[in-house]
């Protein structure tokens, strides 16, 4: 089994940062792309932005500029830096990984979420 795990939430105030971890543990055998996404009450799930195996990062276009997506192979972790904070960034926030996790198989895994609040 494969299980991802976020952690780093929090409240902070508006134009403040929080850095977001996401840790892969379990049966892996290689993690492709990884990404985080969020979603805010009453909203459907949107992607904030997702980094390759190869480290090569793509973001939405409403967090251009202020978040920085990273992953680290060795740790088979992902982070989610976020700067210059806004009210409409509140949202839970969500891990994803495809990982083959064997030889034949390969999924996407998503992690439990991170509660983000940016508020005054």
């Known amino acids: 089994q494969v299980q991802l795990v976020e952690s780093g939430g929090g409240l902070v105030q508006p134009g403040g940062s929080l850095r977001l971890s996401c840790a892969a543990s379990?049966?892996?055998?290689?993690?492709?792309?990884m990404g985080w996404y969020r979603q805010a009450p009453g909203k459907e799930r949107e992607l904030v932005g997702t980094?390759?195996?190869?480290?090569?990062?793509d973001y939405a276009d409403s967090v251009k500029g202020r978040f920085t997506i990273s992953r680290d192979n060795a740790k088979n972790t992902v982070a989610l830096q976020m700067n210059s904070l806004k009210p409409e960034d509140t949202a839970v926030y969500y891990c994803?990984?495809?990982?083959?996790?064997?030889?034949?198989?390969?999924?996407?895994?998503w992690g439990q979420g991170t509660q983000v609040i940016v508020s005054s």
């Open positions: 980094v390759t195996s190869e480290g090569s990062p």
């Open positions: 994803n990984a495809n990982i083959q996790e064997r030889t034949w198989r390969r999924r996407d895994y």
């Open positions: 379990g049966t892996i055998f290689s993690i492709n792309t």
